[in-house]
């Protein structure tokens, strides 16, 4: 059943709007839940054109957070900070790994390495380097 206190209020926020209502409050278009149905319409079309006219834009400060908690530099345990945002401490952080990660990389890779075609084990450039652990074997019943 609708309640017709709520259709009153939806009512009474649609006046706000002009042409929206064709009269006066009918209980009848109440009972239908006219009311509630138009002003939820009208709110999310306006709620729409709002976000449409002001698209998020994520600060650079929580856009760093983000890539180094992407990274692995932070966990979902961490939180982020405002006030280490405002010292511009998660870019800076962000700037230094990455400038870690371009001298680091200036090194010859392993392929650039292994040019000789040794290693044809574990050792190999192509090979899998995981390690799985065996499980310990059961011991026999005596």
Same mark, same amino acid.
């Given at each position: 059943?609708?309640?017709?206190?709520?259709?009153?209020?939806?009512?009474?926020?649609?006046?706000?709007?002009?042409?929206?209502?064709?009269?006066?409050?009918?209980?009848?278009?109440?009972?239908?839940?006219?009311?509630?149905?138009?002003?939820?319409?009208?709110?999310?079309?306006?709620?729409?054109?709002?976000?449409?006219?002001?698209?998020?834009?994520?600060?650079?400060?929580?856009?760093?957070?983000?890539?180094?908690?992407?990274?692995?530099?932070?966990?979902?345990?961490?939180?982020?900070?405002? /006030?280490? +945002? %405002?010292?511009?401490?998660?870019?800076?952080?962000?700037? *230094? #790994?990455?400038? &870690?990660?371009?001298?680091?990389?200036?090194?010859?890779?392993?392929?650039?390495?292994?040019?000789?075609?040794?290693?044809?084990?574990?050792?190999? /450039?192509? +090979? %899998?380097?995981?390690?799985?652990?065996?499980?310990?074997? *059961? #011991?026999?019943? &005596?």
């Amino acid at each position: 059943m609708t309640d017709l206190n709520q259709e009153q209020r939806a009512y009474d926020l649609l006046q706000w709007v002009p042409y929206s209502l064709p009269g006066f409050f009918d209980d009848d278009l109440a009972v239908i839940g006219f009311y509630t149905e138009t002003q939820a319409q009208k709110s999310d079309a306006a709620l729409k054109a709002w976000d449409d006219d002001h698209p998020f834009v994520s600060s650079p400060e929580l856009t760093a957070f983000k890539e180094l908690e992407r990274l692995g530099i932070y966990s979902q345990s961490d939180f982020y900070s405002p /006030s280490k +945002a %405002k010292d511009g401490a998660y870019s800076e952080q962000l700037k *230094r #790994r990455t400038a &870690s990660r371009v001298i680091n990389s200036s090194s010859p890779t392993r392929r650039e390495s292994n040019s000789g075609g040794e290693g044809t084990g574990l050792d190999a /450039s192509h +090979a %899998k380097q995981s390690f799985r652990a065996r499980r310990p074997r *059961r #011991r026999a019943r &005596s």
